[in-house]
């Protein structure tokens, strides 16, 4: 361990705050302009195309289309296109790609096909000279700012919040006003760093863990797994709480380090009775969430979500749990800067 380990990643969670306000004051306009467009082309149903941690921030845009916008909407396979070059009529379909970087080739090919097959192609990246953003018809440059560490973290809340503006466009709202209070709810999470060092300290010895949560906060739990097994190593298990019932609950016991991201709305309260047969298994729960939530389980990290939409708190939920990935991984004396056998850019085809 030298005193420049972890310095980058460090460095990276520290600058979301700014990152978000970039967003909501240079980044709305051209972001309710493409959604504008785009919704006069009226598409009849969305798929989205990522890898990843670019992959969990699709599936929170695609929780946002269902439910705030009635969109049916899928998670593609590239495989169906790049290997076996499946060819499917995607006239009138929205096909938005996720990607930091927007170089990996199967993003870049399987949204030219779609091109191809008459989709309209939205490219959501990170880089705007990047080949996915050449290849689509429309683009959105999260302006994160250049991210070096290899575990994602700016990056990631900036794609969930773009994607909030982009559906709000859709439908015709303004949804950076109701995102304005997210930047300094971001900055208040992030210094309290020393809870989460706490935290770490019940993980540091872990074989594997389990995160779950519901609805809006499922993304999350599976972000915050990726963080965990690629930074520390830690085998780490996302489960929707409808799934871990239908099963894999019965790999926990009283030893089994659980995390459960408990979003404030009706995700929530679907994941309660998962909450309750965690505890009847005698799981050593931690709980992400709200104040009553926490004081419920065995330890936590309290959210300020106070007047915070249900579909908002995604942002401010993996805050936490990107630190607790790096202060598990420094607990166990590795780099959270340079997780082994990792690139920046991984090239899948």
Do not use: W
Not at 167 to 195: F, M, N, S
Not at 312 to 322: A, G, H, N, S, V
């Amino acid at each position: 361990m030298t005193a420049t380990t972890g310095r980058i990643m460090a460095g990276e969670m520290a600058e979301q705050p700014a990152v978000l306000r970039r967003i909501l004051t240079e980044g709305a306009p051209r972001i309710r302009e493409v959604a504008e467009r785009i919704a006069a082309r009226e598409p009849r149903f969305v798929l989205l195309t990522a890898r990843g941690t670019s992959d969990n921030a699709a599936l929170y845009a695609k929780y946002l289309l269902e439910v705030l916008l009635g969109k049916p909407c899928g998670l593609t396979s590239m495989s169906t296109t790049t290997a076996y070059g499946a060819r499917q009529d995607l006239t009138d379909c929205l096909v938005i790609t996720v990607s930091q970087s927007g170089g990996s080739p199967d993003l870049v090919a399987s949204t030219r096909a779609a091109r191809e097959a008459g989709a309209i192609t939205l490219a959501v990246t990170n880089n705007a000279a990047s080949p996915l953003a050449e290849i689509s018809e429309f683009h959105i440059d999260v302006l994160a700012g250049e991210e070096k560490a290899l575990p994602a973290t700016k990056t990631y809340t900036a794609e969930l919040l773009a994607l909030y503006l982009f559906v709000e466009g859709l439908r015709g709202g303004d949804g950076a006003g109701a995102a304005a209070a997210l930047p300094e709810l971001a900055e208040q999470i992030l210094d309290r760093r020393e809870e989460v060092k706490d935290l770490a300290g019940r993980y540091r010895f872990a074989e594997r863990m389990v995160l779950t949560s519901r609805g809006f906060g499922y993304p999350t739990a599976k972000e915050a797994a990726l963080k965990l097994m690629e930074t520390s190593y830690i085998p780490a298990l996302s489960y929707s709480g409808a799934d871990l019932l239908h099963g894999p609950l019965a790999m926990v016991d009283n030893v089994s380090p659980v995390i459960a991201i408990v979003t404030d709305g009706k995700g929530g309260e679907a994941l309660q009775p998962v909450l309750d047969r965690l505890r009847d298994r005698g799981a050593d729960l931690v709980v992400v969430g709200p104040k009553p939530q926490v004081d419920a389980a065995s330890a936590g990290f309290v959210l300020p979500v106070d007047g915070v939409r249900e579909e908002l708190q995604p942002i401010l939920e993996i805050l936490p749990l990107q630190m607790l990935a790096y202060e598990v991984t420094i607990a166990r004396g590795q780099d959270p800067d340079a997780p082994r056998a990792l690139a920046k850019v991984t090239e899948t085809h």
